[in-house]
């Protein structure tokens, strides 16, 4: 079973997308950008779990730009591939988790890579393995989740301009306006009970459920925002926990469903 794997056309594919994405050394830079970055941060931001917390706002807010840019370009870039793998007896489903997979693994490895050996050699990757494992597991599934908004921009608009600019303008929306709007639905309705109307907000923004993930076990309740507050005061740390990774997933699954349906009935 193992061989038929290796052997199957999908696989095949996915092992050229890899080697693809890997010489363009847009990985090796990623990994260094955030290699260096968390060992910065534990020369001068002192022990684990602060370098943690100093590498929160680099996560939620890079890692959802990187691969919305990333992801859309590298499909436009990828469009005369695909166009010539249609053309032999290939499926689009291959082709389409082929082109997927080659670029997300590659990223999420090289962020996994990037923050965790500087843990490793400053000797805080035991010390600190719950936090640490939290922020790489929020990390992978932003990665994860953006890639496939990522590919569903990208085989939604032909023109590349277009595409761009609506990753661009996503990015913008969740990373930077998203908040601003749970801050006004919180202050405009502050005389009301608002637990769970900021759930259903942070449910839907990939960037929030993150923020919860990373921040619900941690014993920081001013970063923690109103979002996180109220799945702390109304799910508890476990619950809260597994609530977000569950929405995260989902917000990795819908998109990716969408833009397979998408890719299969496109005509290139």
């Given amino acids: 079973m193992k061989t038929a794997v290796l052997a199957s056309p999908a696989f095949r594919l996915f092992r050229y997308e890899l ?4 010489r363009s050394r847009w990985a ?9 970055v968390t060992d910065a941060f534990f020369r001068f931001s002192g022990g684990g779990e602060q370098v943690v917390l100093s590498l929160i ?3 939620l807010i890079l890692i ?3 691969c919305l840019v990333f992801g859309v370009g590298y499909l436009y870039n990828a469009r005369e591939f695909t166009e010539l793998m249609l053309a032999q007896p290939v499926r689009r489903r291959d082709l389409f988790t082929a082109l997927y997979g080659g670029l997300a693994v590659p990223l999420a490895l090289a962020f996994v890579l990037g923050v965790g050996l500087p843990f490793l050699w400053h000797g805080a990757a035991v010390a600190h393995a719950a936090p640490l494992l ?3 597991l929020a990390g992978v599934l932003l990665t994860a989740a953006f890639l496939a908004l990522a590919f569903l921009v990208a085989v939604r608009f032909d023109d590349r301009v277009k595409g761009l ?13 998203y908040d601003g709007l749970v801050l006004l639905v919180a202050y405009s309705f502050s005389a009301y009970p ?22 619900l076990s941690i014993d920081v309740a001013a970063l923690l925002g109103y979002t996180g507050a109220a799945f702390e005061r109304f799910f508890g740390t476990a619950l809260g926990t597994v609530l977000a990774m569950g929405m995260l997933g989902i917000w990795v699954a819908v998109p990716l469903a969408l833009a397979q349906r998408r890719f ?3 005509d290139f």
């Fill in 134 to 136: 939290r922020l790489l």
């Fill in 28 to 36: 090796l830079a990623y990994a260094g950008f955030f290699l260096l």
């Fill in 194 to 215: 608002l637990e769970t109307p900021m759930i259903v907000l942070a449910s839907l923004n990939p960037i929030s459920l993150a923020r919860v993930l990373l921040l």
């Fill in 165 to 177: 600019g609506v990753a661009l303008g996503l990015w913008l929306g969740l990373a930077v306006l």
């Fill in 57 to 59: 706002n680099v996560v």
């Fill in 64 to 66: 959802p730009l990187v």
């Fill in 19 to 22: 080697r693809d994405v890997l």
């Fill in 264 to 266: 299969a009935r496109k």
